[in-house]
């Protein structure tokens, strides 16, 4: 057992850094989303030195892993500056791509994926299938050479800026429904898709928005059908183990934290200085301790990676994230007393932007796979509970 | 970064395992509670000695093994599944470390050697009539004696001291109020002067009032400097805080893995409540929660290895595996509904212990205080 960091390691760490620090602008910063052209520079940036395409085969545009804790590495560093992370685009559509679809499209995606050649939306959510996805309705019906689509979905986040959708639909409507879904790739500017904006809490240019999408006959080529007919279920969720991972890097909770602590250490109130209260420092010190407690879970769902697909960890990983992201978004208020409700203004420590976390805390405990459902999946693969059916799942460790 | 034991840490695990397996059953803990007038058993504790367990962080001229605190979790894990009833914490940690860092050259020589072979057992003298851990709140004074120093005063859960040869007694020597003015001292407990009291605890353990009426001890029984005893106890209090968390993380996976082996056998409404998604929800939390708690245990005894500075890490390991243990013990103990509250249930033997534990060697407030101190009051010290 060694929890240090190889010299390789620290060597990667070190070479990321200074790209931050060199590349890392202010209107970079502020959001892990490939949303504006300063973001899609930055990491285009990172495509050129071969980081998207870590671990997979050079003839697909991949890299080869400087150390195997690379990918990890770079986005924690990513994570922790505030920037855009190696997110969905590489964690699940390349990774579903590369492990289920054809060649030809695995040539003709992969490279543009790694040279960040245009960003994806995940276009799976409709209004009766959030979190039971495999009850969606959106019906692409056969026809041949081609799929014709009619109906819509919502919370498709970034539907706006994408060029193409990596989106799920009803395939079968008479099979089990979790064996009638399959996965396409979609030209965001095919004629028949439309968007409609969805506005998240947060002031204005704070947050960013989400979409619904809407289709009206459709038509997708057959070539663009992912892997096999109707498996398109199963593949959704192998990615969502590599996503809820890839994408939920734990760093930034850190550095959230370490500001509002920051901020306390500092702060005097006409002459109160909160770093001496004895009920502000002990709350402040628990919650240290459960922050770190992510760091750790974070670490073992990372050592886990290196020889397996870390679905419990990644789970575990879900439900403390999001739940401390919680916490302390919830404890941060509760220590300013009535600034806390402060939405900006010279009162308000950061500018109101821990009201905007508060605010849409709760929303990372209920997104990409809830902390309940992360919870029964951990019940379930980890401790080998019976599901709904009263059959292990899946096959316990 | 590679969090897989080491082949030995492996060999090391499965050995206590199976002698914990073999020697440290429920009817076991319940004769120790029930009959025993020290709480232990001798026997096992000299097949401890025999294994060498006593000695792992014992420096190889002293007879011991010269391992580090890492290795030690491992160990002390599998003792606190079977929640072992041994002064194993206070002699082989304790006692050990303070001795190997802070003791003379003629304490070492003469000390070290019998904790290995276990031929000496020793009790830690701290805790006073107060709610708090924190080292201002000791009154017990030590004063200047023609013989040495006499010891008068009271100390409260003095665990197995009437199992003990040398009780370490942390005393006032100096300034009043203050983490300054204590110093450490190596005394008899057969000296006169000392009377016990047992402390009946919800663990039915056997922790004591131990009672000091004037008690000499010679100048020769200081462990460290004199009113400098704080410097000497607190990093080796430190470590054996670590071995503790790991024993507690250790009861804490055993009783998860009982109430889950119920939630999968256990049948209402037609179905194992194991498939009830709040049943799952309260284990998947538990465990998500333990393996914290264990992750954060093994890295803080690494870093002690390494020599870093800790103090904040161990602060943080305590509180949170402190919080754990006592959660998992409470929820752990729904799960078996009524069944859960009956004596003749073997997981109320972690029940009675989890909110002990939970207080034991400082409780939150005490180590929440210390996590204040590092990351407030001074530059924090991040380790990755």
New interface residues.
């Given amino acids: ?6 010299p390789a ?1 620290i060597a990667f760490r070190e070479e990321v850094r200074a790209f931050i620090a060199e590349e890392l602008t202010e209107d970079v910063a502020g959001s892990i989303f490939i949303d504006t052209p300063a973001r899609i520079e930055f990491v285009t940036k990172m495509a050129d030195r071969g980081w998207l395409g870590m671990g997979f085969p050079e003839e697909y545009g991949g890299s080869a892993t400087p150390v195997p ?1 690379a990918p990890f590495i770079l986005n924690a560093e990513l994570d922790r500056a505030g920037a855009p992370i190696i997110g969905k685009n590489v964690g699940t559509i390349a990774s579903t791509i590369y492990h289920v679809a054809s060649e030809e499209m695995k040539k003709d995606f992969l490279p543009k994926i790694f040279r960040n050649e245009g960003q994806w939306a995940i276009t799976y959510t409709e209004p009766n299938a959030g979190t039971d996805l495999g009850s969606m309705q959106c019906r692409a019906v056969d026809k041949g050479d081609h799929f014709e689509v009619s109906g819509m979905k919502h919370f498709i986040t970034s539907a706006h800026f994408c060029r193409w959708h990596w989106m799920a639909l009803r395939t079968d409507p008479d099979a089990p429904k979790h064996k009638g879904i399959s996965i396409f790739i979609v030209d965001h500017d095919t004629p028949g898709l439309s968007l409609s904006r969805m506005d998240t809490l947060g002031r204005e240019g704070t947050t960013h928005r989400t979409n619904q999408v809407f289709f009206d006959k459709m038509k997708i080529p057959r070539s663009r059908l992912v892997g096999e007919q109707n498996k398109g279920f199963y593949y959704m969720m192998q990615a969502l183990d590599y996503e809820r991972f890839a994408i939920l890097s734990f760093a930034s909770r850190v550095r959230r934290f ?1 500001n509002i ?1 920051g901020w ?2 500092r702060a005097d109130l006409n002459g109160e200085r909160p ?1 001496q209260d004895p009920h502000t ?2 709350s ?3 919650m ?3 922050v ?3 760091t ?2 974070e ?2 769902a ?2 886990r990676a290196q020889e397996a697909v870390p679905d419990v960890e990644a789970s ?1 990983n879900k ?2 994230g999001a739940s401390i992201g919680d916490e302390f978004a919830q404890l941060a208020l509760d220590l300013l007393g009535p600034l806390g409700g402060l939405w900006g203004g010279e009162h308000s420590p950061f500018d109101g932007a821990l009201a905007d976390e508060y605010l849409m805390a709760g929303h990372a405990r209920v997104a990409a796979g809830g902390v ?1 459902t ?3 999946i ?3 693969r ?7 059916l ?1 059959k292990p799942e899946l096959p316990q460790r | ?6 082949e030995e ?1 492996s060999q090391l695990q499965d050995m206590a395992s199976r002698f914990m397996d073999k020697e440290c059953s429920f009817d076991f803990v319940r004769r120790m509670e029930q009959e025993s007038d020290i709480g232990f058993c001798r026997d096992m504790w000299a097949q401890f000695a025999q294994m060498g367990w006593l000695g792992m962080i014992v420096p190889e001229e002293f007879d011991g093994m010269g391992m580090g605190i ?1 290795d030690l979790v491992v160990l002390i894990r599998e003792l606190g599944r079977h929640v072992c009833p041994s002064p194993f914490l206070y002699t082989a940690v304790l006692a050990a470390d303070l001795i190997a860092n802070s003791g003379s050259e003629d304490q070492q020589r003469d000390l070290l050697p019998g904790i290995v072979a276990g031929d000496t057992i020793y009790a830690l003298g701290y805790q006073e009539y107060s709610r708090f851990f924190r080292p201002e709140h000791i009154k017990l004074r030590a004063e200047a004696h023609a013989d040495g120093y006499a010891l008068s005063g009271s100390k409260l859960f003095v665990e197995f001291a009437d199992g003990a040869d040398t009780l370490i007694v942390v005393a006032r020597t100096g300034e009043a109020d203050s983490c300054n003015g204590l110093s450490l001292f190596l005394v008899d407990r057969n000296s006169s002067g000392i009377s016990t009291k047992h402390m009946p605890t919800m663990s039915r353990d056997r922790h004591y009032q131990v009672d000091f009426d004037d008690v000499v001890v010679p100048a020769s029984a200081m462990v460290g400097e004199l009113n400098q005893g704080w410097d000497a106890l607190e990093p080796a209090l430190h470590k054996a805080v670590v071995a503790f968390c790991a024993y507690t993380n250790g009861a804490g996976f055993e009783m998860h893995e009982h109430a ?1 082996q119920y ?2 056998e256990r049948v209402q409404f037609g ?2 409540i ?2 009830m ?1 709040t ?3 309260y ?3 538990l ?3 333990l ?3 264990d ?2 245990t ?2 803080t005894a ?2 002690i290895d ?1 020599d870093r500075h800790t103090r ?2 161990v ?3 305590k ?2 595996s402190a919080e754990t243990v006592g959660h998992v013990m409470d929820v752990g103990s729904q799960i078996f509904g009524g069944m859960g509250y009956m004596e003749e249930q073997d997981t109320t033997l972690f029940l009675r212990r989890g909110k002990q534990y939970q207080l034991a060697l400082g409780g ?2 005490y ?6 101190e590092e ?3 001074r530059e ?1 010290v991040v380790l ?1």
């Fill in positions: 057992m060694d929890f240090d960091w190889s390691e804790l370490d602590v306390f250490r770093a420092r002990r402040l010190a628990r240290a301790a459960r770190e407690v992510g750790m879970l670490r073992l990372i050592c575990m439900v403390w309940d992360s919870k029964s951990v019940a379930r980890l401790l080998g509970l019976p599901n709904a009263g | 970064m590679d969090i897989k034991l080491t840490q890492l889950t939630a999968k179905r194992p194991g498939q998604q049943i799952q929800g284990l998947a939390q465990i998500i929660e393996y914290g708690a992750m954060l093994l890295f690494f870093q390494k904040g890490y602060a943080k390991t509180a949170f939150t407030e180590w929440e205080d210390v996590i204040a990351i407030i009051d924090p990755t």
